[in-house]
């Protein structure tokens, strides 16, 4: 199916004029077709094989500084212009008024997927996930527990406005995941492995699953020698990837114009301001093809952008979606995410990295006297408004005399965002990406997390050893 | 709501064969206010529906499960959910645990969950109380910079299982809520503090209170250092232990321990925490937000023991876990919306009220932190090992009174040790939305790390 005919030219033409009939600048309708699929592998069995479809429209009616928003999962002209008319319920004093749009150009983008949902046999797919167990398992008598997760989604998505944008787009994503427990003489300890692209089924090579399962199960059975981690403010050194997320946390979310426009920000008002070590760049990129926080489009029919936030330290830009945008007079930086129909667009991550430094990984750990070595980070929250925030480290190392010893048990890292930014006094140029879920208001969007190694001079670690 | 389960019936009359089937139907309505400045932000209406179909076939060695989900009712949608359920069967592994509830007799608890002021109050005076709580949150204390969000929502869900194996159950429930968050300033920079209220319906909401608890919040943590590191007492206030009661009740969820992915189990009848400790999940208490009258394959819910005088008595059971552990459900089975497939869960847990009051807590603790906030849950908490880590915000406890307040500190220990170090139950229960109701809870020997 050609995704311009989730819903025809002249239909949408007619939703979009009943949106502005009771007055009201700006209207738009989103169209939603997702099919899901997911399997998940446990202890040898194939729990199960779920498929899922969920087809909807978001409308909604922008008055002034006030927004109405309506969802249906009904795609008749009937269904969208009732939704039309309770989003519209919002421009309660207009009168009923004749308007008319017209819609330009429709623009389509194309999938690079080669494998999208529907096209691999399901038996095929069962095969990967028993190949993930047996490596898991063959890594090491440790481990009794085994489970695999598969998740594939292909998702139609049409966006038109009264500005006259048409346009649709075609995201496919594959998400594989393993997950090990180990068990040893003082208890039991975890591994996780994520491999997550936006593309198809063709990502999980035989290469990537193996990698997969064998890193799940090595993590596992090295926290069996896991003491408890240090408490109190020691370097940190995050390898490459999965460290992303200090700069998703530690100020991202604090660059999001949302937060930015209601001064609930710590970075408000920073603008061409030194706010982190000249070593910091840090970049928010929606283009790069195939990474999980990839976008052609935003949910806002905006194309994805490369937008520097932290240029050598200093604040260049903050994200915009297209509301923010609009209130400041410029453009939406294509940040305008959504869950899905049910849900209004937000500022929201792409794909957040840091640009590479001058230093090497070796370097970095041999000149740290004492620290933490974090191999692997959690998930983490931040609170904009103070810039305090937490992430997890789910393996970590001791650090002693320039080596990385003794692996630590699970706990989160504290610290405040600004005051963190200064610290970061070592950045090399192994780069890598991790995919991660980022939820905000209780809307989850894929995202993607970068950096090379690097070390903070100093981070609050919550351990429970003195 | 007959209507919803007039539609599972169709379905489940289509089986043919030996194959079994399980609906689930839901609809809801949905409406969501945001105030800011004075003005209506954001306002949301919304309804809608979806149905889950399971299927399940017998084999020689057990039975095989596949599912599909649909996010409509109309009968395309519903055809194209049964043809994938029935396509993804045979993918599944055979199983002897495997299969679907079968109606077990119990009563189901007569209550009554829904309030029609949801639907009766008018969407002026839904609005009316978004705009209202920000204003009172405003002017309350000029050290109030800023209300970052203030909000009013409110639901009315429906829901309806049949089955082959002769379950029929439908219910209703419905919600209402305000949260609010402020922004205190003064010159040692910003805070922030939370308020919130619920109910079943708009009239049952304090906009007062949930204002006022964002406002002291939000003040109270001006001037908030980081503490020295330290070991010693943390008191949680009410919301926060409801937060650790929901992560002890994950780990006592009999789909985690059947699988020996909780660290209680295998400790059936041991002591796992302190005498004063008893936990229960009772979803037929309607004081709880999380009362309900079926579970998720349709049995009625019952009241759960979980850890009596701190000895493990029991876990909550699907019913697969619950054959898987040679036992029966204990009506707890959760499904997360259409999409999810039913697994145990605890719904309405709540832990025995203690002797004490927070002052009597603080007084006879006399040393230590006060917890009135929990970050980073999801990334420092462990229910398999245990782990526990966790950022906080709060206030020192000094001489029994509470005192400076502190930010940028976790607290740790693992959840086997924290059960064994509590000091105090309180008596001062907080109903409050999610899984668990919370009071004051202090627990000993926590490390406290800060500069």
Redesign the interface.
Known sequence: MNTSELVERDVIERVLASALSRGGEFAEVFVEDRRTSSASLDQRRVEELSSGRDRGAGIRVVVGETTGFAHTADLSEQGLIDAAHAAATVARSGSSRTVTTSLGEHMSYVNQAEQPLGTVDKARKIEVLLRADDIARSTGGEITQVMVGLGESSRRILVANSDGVFRSDHQVRTRFNVQCVALGDTGMQTGYRPVAATRGFEILTDDAVAEAATGAARQAITKLAARPAPSGDLPVVLAGGSGGILFHEACGHGLEADAILKEASVYAGKAGQKVASDLVTLVDDGTVEGEWGYLAMDDEGRAAGRNVLIENGVLTDYMWDFLSARRQGRASSGNGRRQSYQHLPMVRMTNTYLLEGPDTPEDIIAQTPRGVYVAQLGGGQVNTATGDFVFGMTEAYLIEGGVITTPLRECNLIGNGPEVLQRVDAVASDFSMTPGTCGKDGQQVPVGTGQATMRLSSVTIGGTAA | MSELLTIAESVVERAVGDEQLEVYVSSGIDTEVQA??G????????????IGIRVLVDSPQGAR????????L?AE?ID??LR??R??VA???E?EFIGFATPDGVAAASLTLVDEGVTTTS?DDKIALAIDLEKIVRTADARI??V?SANYSDYVAQAAIASTMGIRATYERSGAYVSVEA?ATDSS????GWGLSAGRAPHELDIDKAAADAVRRATRMLGAI?PA?MRGVAVFDPRTTATLLAIIGGALSGSAVV???S?FADRIGEKVAVEDFSLLDDPTDPRHFGASIFDGEGLACRRNVLIDHGRLQGFVYDTESARRAGTSSTGSAARGGI?G?PSASCRALQLAPGAFTQADILAQVGDGVFVESL??V???V?P????F???I?GLMIRDGQLAEPI???????TLQRMLLDVTHVGNDVEWLPGVAAGQTLAVGDI?????
């Not at chain 2, 920079?189 to 922030?192: E, S, W």
């Not at chain 2, 930010?407 to 220990?413: F, M």
Request: aromatic content about 6%; proline content about 0%.
């Open positions: 800011y400045q003005e209506v932000e954001k306002l949301t209406t919304a309804t809608s529906a979806g499960v596949g599912t599909a989900w649909a996010g409509s109309d949608a194209e959910a994938e359920a396509d993804n993918f599944a592994t199983d969407l910079r800023q970052d922004i920079g910003d805070q922030t980081k590191s699988r020996g992915r660290f999409a497939s970050t980073g999801h990334s420092g462990n398999i090992s245990g782990d880590s966790v950022g915000t930010r940028e500190v976790t607290v740790a220990s490390a406290l790390s800060g500069s």
